[in-house]
DNA sequence: TTAATATTCAACCAATAAGTTGAATTACTA
DNA sequence: TAGTAATTCAACTTATTGGTTGAATATTAA
């Protein structure tokens, strides 16, 4: 029942700005609702209902204190989305690298003798 | 026109399997439409649509030769995102590392000699 | 020229998202 | 106890998403 953890989800959750600023807010410290909803100009129910997506997300955690809510960032899916954007900038250069090697070697072959390829006229 | 690099459209994109799929595929190199959208169980056309997503993101650039059309991958946006929740976590760990000195701190007055400061009772 | 291939465009549908307003719930405070 | 504060719940609206099918547009091949 812990909505666990899910690249779709966080990714999500994070392509809002409010939801952001949310965050960033958050990763100050603890604030209630209220309190997050203050700079923004929306609704407090607005508001409430960003803090329930990024809840699902588990980007950020809920304690009650009385009738308060406190709100907390919690930092654990945002390592897990930059692990997966990382390892496709990874593949990439990878392929990059592959592909630097592989024309050093067509050079190295192309140059010294001469007619090898090209379209000819 | 260009439609610019935005964090909103990078992260909605990629918060997306069939979209990270294909990303994934592109990261190995071009491909064409058809090739992207054999993997998958839906219509070639959902498939054109997500590629589409893609490259308002600027994630995918496309480039055509006769009735094909070439895609192949653009990590900019990624370095984007990255940055960004890199921020995010560097502004946690801060304010970790600043709760931890300031409890070592307390640490300092309340257990030996007493009597520097503080709120005294 | 005709047929097949690669792709988009257009219209549609169901589900979800993002916002609103108004009422309900729960916990403090005077 | 009565009122106010902090928050969610419920219902509603509008826009967007992710998918479908069928037709249109180019381009290549027979």
Not at 48 to 64: G, N
Not at 66 to 90: C, K, M
């Amino acid at each position: 029942m812990t909505a666990q953890l899910n690249l779709d989800d966080t990714l999500a959750a994070l392509a809002d700005p409010t939801r952001r600023a949310i965050l960033q807010r958050l990763s100050e410290g603890e604030a209630r609702v209220t309190d997050l909803a203050q700079p923004f100009a929306m609704s407090l129910n607005a508001v409430s209902k960003h803090i329930r997506v990024l809840e699902r997300a588990c980007l950020v955690r809920r304690r009650r204190a009385g009738r308060e809510h406190l709100l907390s960032f919690n930092h654990q899916p945002l390592d897990e989305a930059v692990t997966w954007i990382e390892a496709q900038r990874a593949l990439w250069t990878a392929r990059l690298g592959a592909l630097d090697a592989l024309l050093q070697a067509e050079d190295r072959v192309a140059s010294p003798s001469a007619e090898t390829k090209g379209p000819a006229r």
